[in-house]
């Protein structure tokens, strides 16, 4: 057993003979050393990777404030008051006489280390503060600190012991052993050991105790000892560790602890945030009443002060929000499952799914549109997160690049327009603005806002004949396949496969052809005055019934001519009545119906003559019963084609 561990056992029996209830508790007041080495670790050759001091402190101080709570008022005193490199500013009381555990937790969490170690100056202004409280308890003055003091700008730079390691007078040092600290790295034993002796005499003693290897060391722990002396407490207490800096403050509070106050009513129970179940009961070496841990059972839990059955809220590895923050069912050190918070959502951090997640979900300021309206990115100013916020149009406007402008219509509801093969109507939107929509796709063309067929087909650069004319196959402006006129063929000339070619000079009987006129012709013996050499064929126009007509007329004006060359006359009249097509008789009067009788006869011998395409009947009858007369005198009577002519 150490020898620590026997005085606090000797302090702690000691106190169960003085320690009672009393009606005022005494003052600890602390004063804690925060310069820049308390940032370092305790002892860096044993324990390199352990917590700094300062984490340590902030941490073992609370919790002894804590345990001591109905046995002191606590105050607190920092230094030096202001971190900067090398402050000497002398400490300043940051959490006053009576200051509960809770104040001196929050005071400690809210400090960081740096500065020089003015120790001397500040228990100057311990004593002028505790004694201006004016007292009717007992206080006492606990100095927690990591180095020796300084601060004492009236030392010798040039002669003085320094106080940072690897640093010399302003005489015997040279290069890097020159720090430049002057008079502020001076050790300032006396003053510091007056400061002490005052409090002594003022009725407050002082304890000290050295945190950290070096002031564990012979010199720095004679210096040490001597304020601890000065101060009416012996020696210092010299802790290089969490553990030794907790025995060291619960012995110094168990020595100095004269009377208690109850810091419960007798047989309450409760709960820590741990799961420990917490009982208050009298403590027999003060006659105190205080709280009593102790851990329930295993599968058990505590609930509203008592051990109980798990219950098990949850299933293990399961994940849940709960006011911001982002919770986990996991196994207790009783074997129960319960929630634990995992991560406490930030700013700008919303809790989904057991997670904490940005809440960003656009950049503030900025714009879009969706549907008929525009929306803006809306920034929390509370939370940090930033959410879509609609901003409807009005009607007659637009949402043009996340802002509503007027609209630009650019047609009149219900136009049709084309666009390329496609069908485009203008149509009116919910805002009251017009635009073009694409609708029906066109398999041909589309023209004027609707589609269209194209009518012809035929192969682009193909040629045909067109009466005696020639045709191309081109495209139009729908890009249809159409047949283009190029030309009638000249003089001389007939279309033949889509070509104007030479005439030909001779012909077999019955072929035909186009005539120059756009008229069809056929190949026919020559007949008459002109007939040509025996044999001799050329085509011949084939007589339209304007043509009849007109040579029947013809004829029957020359009734009285000669009778001497009737078998010209003859000819052609045969000619003429074998292929003349049949005009219709769709006439009026007794004309017409005296003709439409003789027609019918002509129909079964004319070969050109069919009811479909309507008759042009031969000369009348008179002209026929007068022309057997003439020609049954003649000298050439009943012979060839008049004879058959006229009996018909």
Request: charge should be positive; include cysteine.
């Amino acid at each position: 057993m150490s020898a620590r561990a026997i005085a606090l056992i000797g302090a702690l029996a000691s106190l169960s003979a003085a320690a009672a209830p009393c009606t005022e508790l005494p003052v600890l007041f602390i004063v804690q050393d925060k310069s820049g080495s308390m940032a370092g670790v305790p002892d860096p050759i044993n324990a390199p990777s352990a917590p700094s001091k300062w984490s340590t402190a902030r941490t073992v101080v609370p919790q002894v404030a804590a345990q001591f709570a109905n046995r002191f008022r606590f105050g607190v005193m920092m230094y030096p008051q202001q971190s900067t490199t090398f402050s000497c500013t002398t400490g300043t009381t940051v959490s006053p006489v009576p200051a509960t555990a809770a104040d001196v937790n929050s005071i400690y969490l809210a400090s960081a280390a740096g500065g020089g170690t003015p120790t001397a100056t500040s228990l100057v202004a311990a004593k002028s503060y505790l004694i201006g409280l004016n007292l009717a308890t007992p206080a006492h003055v606990l100095l927690i600190t990591d180095g020796l003091p300084n601060c004492n700008l009236s030392n010798n730079p040039a002669t003085c012991q320094t106080t940072t390691a690897g640093c010399l007078n302003t005489s015997t040092c040279s290069g890097s052993s020159c720090c430049g600290l002057g008079a502020k790295d001076c050790l300032d034993d006396n003053a510091t050991v007056q400061a002490a002796l005052a409090l002594k005499n003022a009725g407050i003693k002082v304890y000290v105790v050295g945190f950290g290897a070096s002031v564990s060391s012979a010199n720095d722990k004679t210096v040490l000892d001597a304020i601890a002396s000065a101060g009416g407490t012996g020696s210092s207490y010299a802790a290089n560790s969490s553990a030794a800096l907790t025995s060291a403050l619960n012995t110094i509070a168990a020595s100095t602890a004269t009377c208690c106050l109850d810091a419960c009513t007798q047989g309450a129970a409760v709960c820590t945030a741990q799961g420990q179940r917490q009982s208050c009961q009298v403590d027999a070496a003060t006659g105190c009443t205080q709280w009593t841990s102790n851990s329930c059972p295993s599968m058990s839990a505590c609930v509203g002060g008592a051990c109980q059955a798990c219950t098990n809220a949850c299933t293990a590895g399961a994940l849940r929000c709960s006011s911001g923050s982002a919770q986990a069912c996991q196994v207790q050190s009783n074997g129960c499952t319960g929630w634990v918070t995992t991560q406490s959502c930030g700013y700008g951090e919303v809790c989904g799914s057991g997670q904490c997640n940005s809440c960003q979900a656009c950049a503030i300021g900025a714009a879009r549109c969706v549907g008929t309206g525009a929306e803006t990115c809306d920034w929390n100013v509370l939370t940090g997160c930033t959410a879509w916020k609609a901003a409807p149009c009005a009607s007659g406007t637009r949402c043009v690049t996340g802002s509503c402008t007027t609209c630009n219509s650019t047609c009149t509801a219900g136009a049709r327009r084309c666009a390329g093969t496609t069908v485009e109507t203008c149509v009116a939107d919910g805002q009251g603005c017009t635009g073009w929509q694409a609708g029906q796709q066109c398999g041909s063309f589309c023209s004027g806002g609707a589609c269209g067929t194209c009518g012809t087909s035929c192969t682009v650069g193909a040629a045909r004949c067109n009466g005696n004319g020639t045709e191309s196959c081109g495209t139009d402006a729908n890009n249809c396949t159409v047949w283009k006129a190029q030309g009638a063929c000249g003089a001389g000339t007939s279309c033949n496969a889509g070509s104007c070619a030479a005439c030909a000079t001779s012909c077999s009987v019955g072929s035909k052809r186009c005539a120059a006129g756009g008229g069809l012709e056929q190949c026919q013996a020559t007949a008459g005055r002109q007939r040509p050499a025996r044999g001799a064929r050329a085509f011949r126009p084939v007589r339209t019934s304007a043509r009849w007509a007109r040579a029947s007329a013809r004829v029957g004006r020359r009734r009285g001519a000669s009778r001497r060359r009737p078998g010209a006359r003859c000819g052609r009249r045969r000619a003429r009545a074998r292929w003349t097509r049949c005009a219709s008789r769709a006439t009026a009067g007794p004309a017409a119906r005296r003709a439409s009788s003789s027609c019918a006869r002509r129909e079964k011998s004319a070969p050109g003559c069919r009811p479909a395409s309507g008759c042009a009947c031969p000369p009348p009858a008179r002209w026929m019963r007068a022309a057997r007369r003439r020609w049954m005198r003649g000298p050439r009577r009943g012979r060839g084609c008049c004879r058959r002519m006229i009996r018909r």
